[in-house]
């Protein structure tokens, strides 16, 4: 299950990199429900390696939707 959440984190990281450039940020409504996936499977395995990546990604994202005012 971790390797499942660390390949979805890694996925979900990259599209998030992209969306922090100005004009990207409708990338971010993609991230957040890829990486909410992620945390759920980082939930059910042993480490916490997906579990953290997915936090992470999933915050971020929010920040920079939140900043952008929702759009941008």
Same mark, same amino acid.
């Given at each position: 299950?971790?390797?499942? $959440?660390? %390949?979805? +984190?890694?996925? =979900? @990281?990259?599209?998030?990199?992209?969306? #922090?450039?100005? #004009?990207? !940020?409708?990338?971010?409504? %993609?991230? %957040?429900?890829? =990486?909410?996936?992620?945390? @759920? @499977? !980082?939930? @059910? $395995?042993?480490?916490?390696?997906?579990?953290?990546?997915?936090?992470?990604? #999933?915050?971020? $994202?929010?920040?920079?939707?939140? =900043? +952008?005012?929702? %759009?941008?």
């Amino acid at each position: 299950m971790n390797i499942v $959440s660390k %390949i979805i +984190g890694t996925v =979900a @990281f990259i599209i998030m990199l992209i969306g #922090l450039l100005p #004009l990207f !940020g409708m990338l971010n409504y %993609i991230v %957040i429900p890829l =990486a909410t996936i992620g945390l @759920f @499977f !980082g939930i @059910f $395995s042993r480490n916490t390696g997906g579990l953290l990546l997915n936090g992470i990604v #999933l915050i971020v $994202s929010l920040m920079r939707l939140i =900043a +952008g005012g929702g %759009i941008i």
